[in-house]
């Protein structure tokens, strides 16, 4: 049997970036089974690349959690045991000190239900997603905890408060990943000709599909058309753990009019990327991570923060793209029929 | 640069399977970043190879969908237009076999938001999953009621009620992909010997984390540990579209115990898998088809309806052995430090 | 003690009424202990006096439901009685018809949760919110269903996907209560001289804050500023369970600049009110409905579809007024002040 | 016309109470149109007079919370704006204490998408429920906010993040109102003779409806059978904001079989209730509160948080008495038959 899946991959691009975090031109790896995704994100790019500041991107937070469970005789045991572990917050940060050089305890949250208690520890894990370092931590506070507190019983290392790879709406609110916008403003005509299609146009299937058809849908913090298609080709490429695409696509998609021209934005609040750890020693990950200048010597979290907003802006070509093609009747389909018949041949 | 993504590929199992739809012991595929994933759901294997009847599958529904969205004046004449269109569904049925020789369309489904309607179109696709079959069908529909309906106007060709690799409570509710369950039962021995915990720890972490813990927070028609995993390890190695686990992955895991044993269950209402269509023809997948016997000739859906089978089994293995794990205080984190030691040397 | 909460009540309006199911202009009653809100409606409703058509009402569906359990011993178990249970629908319906002169059995609905079998009833009541009328069908139908199949066992005669006075996705998606909306066109003029704003205003505020912040909230099917407002005082001075509010306020809000005059619509798809039945015997009820003309002998469903659209055009009346205030600093608190100094001279 | 909606009204109980916040016995006042509500409560307040410690009630948070919305030019000047306001936090302290003598800023909870800001501030608020307090204190804070940030725009005074009166997953996760737990243990014996179930068949069947029925109905944080009900007629009763159930009936029904016995809990993390404000002031809610001791002088806060542990312990008599008929094929629709036969008498 093959050693490996071997999932096409092609670069798309070049992107154009700026804002506080990198600028620049970049080309952009996606690994997927699904053909129509390169020229649809490519036509994204082409776009950016005609807009005088290209993509702008914004890194708004990053954390990482990880929650665990205790038991304890009832509600107010749990609460008062809660009290207590919140007051000695400093001594929990050193317990995690001494698990990992990255690590660093950044927050905490609970919730009590009935007499259990539950933990959400919130990190800074350096170029790490840091799914691993976060385990390590949480171990090594439960174990201090549960010391400091013979009331409390061992629930679970993870209670699903976390919440990792769910449709919840805890990550998006109390953070986890990096959380990333990425904005474009698009000149009317450049919208028209390379999109295909007016802002007034977009701007207004977005309102109806991303916004109303997917709340209509029952959506959970969740607005845009295809945010989970880029997510995944960029993932693989980049050595990541993809089925963090679950919380990955629950962002949103703006889109105004201004001055006549187009707003748009994609605003991602749980993006799961790192430049090291599990994947990332892979021959072809190095060498896309490289084209991407994401192996030069950094400040910790600097490269994966990078990795981030290529994500986002990739996100951001392949969403305006699919908005543009199904503003115009008959579009997508012709696009797909296109692409398949060049495969073929 | 190198043409794909190659995500490292390991067998699994075999794993023992029983129920309605096929039975035997398969040896399955899973493509992963994550090392630990293969032993954990290699564990699960092992516990269904010492279970008399093995997992026993059950397909309860299949369907395939894409909504559309038309614009109307007002409420009153999308209302209306919906009940003509209704009134014609024999016609709109014969138009979707016109488009393709698989696709039929077999149920409707539909919203107004003010002026606007959504339909939801649902069909079967054969052994396909069907996205692009759906799409074609959708737009000779759309076209057909524009048609018909000078009063309603073009929205777009996806509305975002479908719903396609969004967290959504739509896709569970009116159905999306093949609605699997796997149970097993496992002896109360066995689950100490192979699982080193016993059925009421198991019951219990299930009620605390998966119930209630996913309900903190936040979730949406979920309630599992780890289903994303093995459906991206999956999905990979089969050729399917691995953006699909974003509703794939919203499911049930269930466990009660009954006369001193376990019974587990997972519950999987959207598994959006095919053994036609897209990344089909790569070699590796190919073959991966061919050694779970998907590649012999049977009725049109057959060959799918056992890819979905061995799917959720596998979903079962992992989540059963993750749970196992997490019983036990230290025992997630040991596993993991094991493994990736082992990957070092 | 009194044996009565004393609500105050006042009467709003009036409103003017179009579309399909009446016309005219109606006086409405609302009870609150929050004084704000009749002003705030009554503004809502001189706006809709100042429209030529009034707001235009549709009633787009109807229907009751009930949810009931039943344990099966496997999937296989529970989806080889479902299909024979809905083979044997005219039956059911019959069954139903023996328990109520006005409940009708018009769908069923199901899921299967490993071996659990929900069967959600959905009913005709007539003019009755039906609750009762419900549960006792269900019951009827459940004893019918256990005798005929023994390998059923009684669950619960409520499974909560029914879904009653929760915060949940599948009343909207499948129908639960009247399904009414809303609409209004305001010239520009009216909409600057009473609501102190314009179209585009309203139209952005409406984006931002009911469609995007209501998504970043983690909302589920809902996008407006207090459909529960002007449900609880509606409900409360016409008899209705006004613990349905719950899943009553789960709407939404659209508003679009056309031709420079403002379109407003609110969605309410899960309207549970009645004419007859609990509450409605009471004195003041009766005088209530007297006075908007619902106690006139009509077609069964036909006053209580009339009560659904006087109840949809009060909640536009308030959520117009509400944003309208809020597209202005400083607007909102100074009517609170303004009202509550004049509850107190 | 009737100046008052009058809803009729009994006391139910005594209820006995124990736990930090307060102990005794107490009657309660329920104000319903649905004459069962009261024998049912009152079954469940029979039972915690035959348990020794009575219901015990934790009070493990409470603040109130309003959200407003900015406007900047992009995400990166939201996110320059927001961690400079964020710096200044002591300063808006300051400012809300000018508001009001009970208004406290507690804390401040952000959203940034694309180029909106949410600013969510958490305010404790004396013994009011406080949504006019908090109202207040956030326009001066906006205004404070506008003067030290002309890059900033006022966007609306409420922005939906907050989140007042809808289905959203925001307050249960950051909190707003009492979150309460409420905790019984019932012996088996009290169990078999009061409410004619077993420990095991309740708590089969809270697993079965509350957690995995409400779930698949696509519930958010919710798994109760009907907390919605007994809120109703609590704040009713007691001159509360009853639109407030909207958030209020989200929460946990717990039940454990704990050596035999039951353990049976709610947990309520959304209580808005309060002994002062709009409502309070009315002859029959005075006699109520008095009553119920909560008219005497204590420190502030002291008495609404006593009045959120009646009304957790008032909704878990409720929740425990339907539950517990529910198990038992029949009971519910013939007890809905004796009370509304009884009524016609």
């Known amino acids: 049997m093959s050693e490996f899946a071997q999932i096409p991959m092609k670069l798309v691009g070049p992107v154009r970036l700026s804002g506080p975090v990198m600028e620049g031109e970049y080309e952009v790896p996606l690994a997927t089974y699904e053909a129509p995704l390169w020229p649809s994100v490519n036509r994204g790019a082409r776009v950016s690349m005609n807009c005088e500041e290209g993509i702008q991107c914004t890194v708004v937070d990053e954390r990482m959690t990880r929650s665990v469970l205790f038991e304890a005789a009832d509600a107010s045991a749990a609460f008062q045991a809660l009290e207590k572990i919140k007051a000695v917050f400093p001594a929990l940060q050193t317990v995690v000190e001494g698990t990992s050089r990255f690590a660093k305890l950044i927050n905490l949250n609970s919730q009590i239900a009935g007499n259990l208690l539950f933990l959400r520890f919130e990190f800074t894990t350096g170029d790490a997603a840091g799914h691993n370092m976060c385990t390590q931590a949480a171990e090594a506070l439960m174990n201090q905890i549960l010391e400091l507190h013979p009331e409390l019983k061992y629930g679970s290392i993870s209670g699903n408060y976390c919440s990792d790879k769910k449709a919840t709406a805890v990550n998006g609110i109390l953070g986890r990943g990096k959380y990333v916008i990425a904005e474009l403003t698009i000149p009317e005509k450049i919208c028209r000709r390379y999109l295909k299609t007016t802002p007034a146009q977009l701007v207004q299937l977005n309102i109806r599909k991303n916004l109303i058809g997917t709340m209509l849908a029952g959506g959970l913090r969740s607005a845009n058309a295809h945010f989970a298609n880029m997510l995944l080709g960029f993932y693989l490429a980049t050595g990541q753990d993809a089925a963090n695409i679950v919380e990955g696509s629950q962002g949103l998609t703006m889109a105004e009019v201004r001055d006549g021209d187009l707003y748009f934005s994609v605003t991602l609040p749980n993006l799961i990327v790192g430049t090291v750890g599990n994947g990332k020693g892979l021959d072809f990950v190095l060498e896309n991570m490289k084209r991407m200048g ?43 029929r296109r692409i398949e018949r060049g495969q073929k041949d």
Chains 1, 2, 3, 4 share one sequence.
């Open 294 to 336: 994401l192996t030069e010597d950094r400040e910790p979290g600097e490269n994966s923060r990078r990795l981030a907003c290529l994500c986002a802006a990739t996100v951001l070509c392949g969403e305006l793209s699919l908005l543009a093609a199904q503003t115009n009747s008959g579009e997508l389909m012709d696009a797909h």
